[in-house]
């Protein structure tokens, strides 16, 4: 205990090292954590990205890729996805300067190319289930659909996130608890879009390309 | 000072000591925009046009992707090799690396047993499953 005492003498001006500053700010401490998280949420998406690429011949004689993906409605995806991406990099800009409007307009960009996205993703999925290419058609489909519609999945849960976090602005105002969910949430937007340009790259890209 | 000795927060800015010019952060987010887009308007043509070899399509459109996500990780979440976020980044050398063991494994164990489902030899694994 006389060396704590200790350490809490030197000037601040004295230490060098991050570990000799004391414990790092909660902050960074939170959102390594979630990083973390995002970390392993990608190695899951890896095992599904696997098993595709494992089963993408076998389509038991059903339709392949080539016949069901319709490259410019992924163009728009990708686009709305991407868009999305960079108004909630604006927004936590806002939010770093603790600017009302600019949060809530830059969330709300977001969340209208979010919705935009699962929009066109859920009537993908419908005109192919109405055609008869449904999971269990072949196991090409069943791996399809388990990664595309993870995804998607992760970006439902992300709009939810994101009205949740603007009611906490809205009643809570940008006190530090607020604002770390924020980074948070930011973190897992941005780390969704990653995850896409590896998903329309390998499933509708490489799918269709002769 | 004692701030930018901390491990820094990951999707954090950079804190502006670290750096003699550092450009305003709406900037590096609206110049990773239209370099994601080029990138991403790059791969839907590699993979519709006829003038490439249909064979290294595959090659370029993998390394459009890595680019692309490089591309997010520095201008979206501001990974970058300071040492203020070496714990980010080993986290993150970490997870590339589980994923590539992951799927380049499962590729390349899957690709293996199917050749040896397709052409039985007098191997040791085909004497076993004709049993």
Same mark, same amino acid.
């Given at each position: ?57 076998? &389509? ?6 080539? =016949?069901?993906?319709? =490259? ?83 970006? &439902? ?10 009611? =906490? ?9 607020? =604002? ?31 | ?21 550092? #450009? ?58 300071? #040492? ?39 191997? #040791? ?7």
């Amino acid at each position: 205990m006389n060396i704590a005492i200790a350490v809490d003498d030197i000037p601040q001006e004295a230490l060098t090292g991050a570990s000799e500053a004391g414990p790092a700010p909660k902050r960074a401490v939170v959102a390594y954590g979630f990083w973390i998280f995002l970390l392993s949420d990608i190695v899951m998406f890896s095992a599904l990205f696997a098993s595709y690429a494992v089963l993408v011949r076998s &389509t038991a004689g059903g339709p392949t890729g080539a =016949q069901l993906f319709n =490259q410019v409605t992924v163009a728009i995806e990708t686009g709305c996805l991407l868009v999305s991406s960079y108004t909630c990099g604006l927004m936590s800009l806002a939010i770093n300067s603790r600017r009302r409007l600019g949060t809530y307009s830059g969330a709300l960009i977001t969340f209208a190319l979010g919705a935009a996205f699962l929009t066109l993703e859920i009537r993908e999925f419908a005109s192919m289930i109405a055609i008869g290419a449904t999971p269990e058609r072949s196991a090409f489909l069943s791996a399809f659909f388990t990664l595309v519609g993870c995804h998607g999945l992760h970006v &439902t849960l992300g709009l939810i996130w994101l009205v949740v976090m603007m009611v =906490q602005v809205a009643v809570m105002g940008f006190v530090p608890a607020v =604002q770390r969910r924020l980074l948070c949430f930011s973190l897992f937007w941005h780390a969704l879009d990653i995850v896409w340009v590896a998903l329309f790259t390998v499933v509708y890209l490489m799918g269709v390309s002769p | 000072m004692t701030e930018a000795r901390h491990e820094r927060a990951p999707g954090d800015r950079p804190t502006r000591e670290m750096q003699a010019w550092a #450009p305003s952060e709406f900037l590096v987010y609206t110049i990773g925009l239209f370099v994601a887009l080029l990138l991403t308007a790059t791969s839907f043509w590699a993979a519709n046009t006829t003038l490439l070899w249909p064979g290294g399509v595959f090659l370029g459109l993998a390394v459009l992707a890595i680019a692309q996500m490089g591309i997010h990780l520095v201008f979206f979440l501001h990974v970058t090799t300071g #040492p203020e976020s070496t714990n980010n980044v080993l986290a993150l050398a970490f997870g590339v690396l589980i994923v590539f063991v992951v799927v380049a494994g499962s590729m390349w164990i899957m690709a293996d047993m199917n050749q040896n489902m397709l052409m039985p030899s007098a191997g #040791p694994m085909n004497m076993r499953m004709q049993h």
